[in-house]
């Protein structure tokens, strides 16, 4: 296995379908990765990816999306949360669609999740070297903010990676990666704006000034590491996989059929250019 090559997933909510339907085709062809450092809804389906149940990136959400414990605007009014967590991440893994957790914990890859340190606005990383600080590492990485509550772990604060490191690149390279292939979920030319409610964001973490101050510069963060990422795509040491044009789904759809076309353009994706991506990643140094 070729050590130097990472995988690198961004987040978008129910656009990292797109992602899954990647991890997916990669799966099918034996292709796996020594190193992935993933964000929010990338970290949802790269913990599927270790676990080798990429299905699962699909299968919960079409399967639970009209089921109130899964996701409830009155529950977000009512309970400052959008999506029920601990319904998420205990009935759900293990009793509804159980997860694979002895070939998550066997896996010999290496996972880095994203987290926002809500205290200094940083981003905080947490591996999956202890199976218990990972699947919390998870629930925060997955914690939008305004949609969700802290995650309290290793005496921290911590919600949504994709607030202080939404495309964690820096993040693989200081890990030692010389190669990188990188999944976005938004098509080339993007780029992000400021979020339209400054005042809300000030209101709300009002307690956790540097946290408001990440939220209110995360556009230019991103916008500069976008840019990072097509420096390293011409260079040849990024191979990135992004959908053709904006993804027709928001990030809490709810239409089933979209959720669906957005894995299955995904897989289609990586498919037509499994020769390429396999001419980037040496051929079988990373098949398994």
Do not use: W
């Amino acid at each position: 296995m070729n050590n130097n090559i990472g995988l690198v997933l961004e987040g978008g909510g129910f656009r990292g379908l797109y992602t899954a339907g990647i991890l997916d085709c990669m799966l099918a062809h034996r292709i796996v990765f020594p190193y992935t450092v993933a964000v929010s809804m990338g970290a949802s389906n790269a913990t599927n990816y270790l676990a080798e149940q990429t299905k699962r990136n699909l299968q919960v959400p079409y399967t639970l999306i009209n089921d109130s414990r899964y996701l409830s605007y009155a529950r977000l009014l009512t309970k400052g949360e959008l999506f029920g967590m601990n319904f998420i991440f205990n009935e759900v893994p293990n009793t509804l669609i159980p997860f694979d957790f002895k070939t998550f914990v066997s896996s010999s890859q290496k996972l880095v999740y994203v987290c926002t340190d809500c205290l200094t606005g940083e981003p905080y990383y947490v591996d999956n070297s202890n199976t218990d600080d990972a699947f919390k590492a998870l629930e925060a990485s997955t914690s939008l903010p305004f949609a969700s509550k802290m995650v309290k772990l290793h005496n921290r604060l911590l919600l949504d990676g994709g607030i202080a490191d939404p495309i964690p690149v820096k993040k693989a390279l200081a890990d030692g990666c010389k190669k990188l292939v990188i999944i976005l979920t938004q098509p080339k030319g993007y780029r992000k704006a400021s979020i339209p409610f400054k005042n809300l964001a000030k209101a709300r973490y009002r307690r956790f000034p540097l946290l408001t101050k990440a939220l209110l510069k995360r556009h230019l963060l991103y916008n500069k590491q976008l840019a990072l990422v097509e420096q390293l795509e011409a260079q040849g040491s990024a191979y990135v996989f992004r959908p053709a044009h904006q993804l027709p789904i928001s990030r809490t759809e709810k239409n089933k059929q979209k959720l669906k076309e957005t894995f299955d353009s995904g897989h289609r994706h990586c498919m037509e250019t499994m020769e390429d991506l396999m001419k980037f990643i040496d051929d079988n140094h990373l098949k398994i």
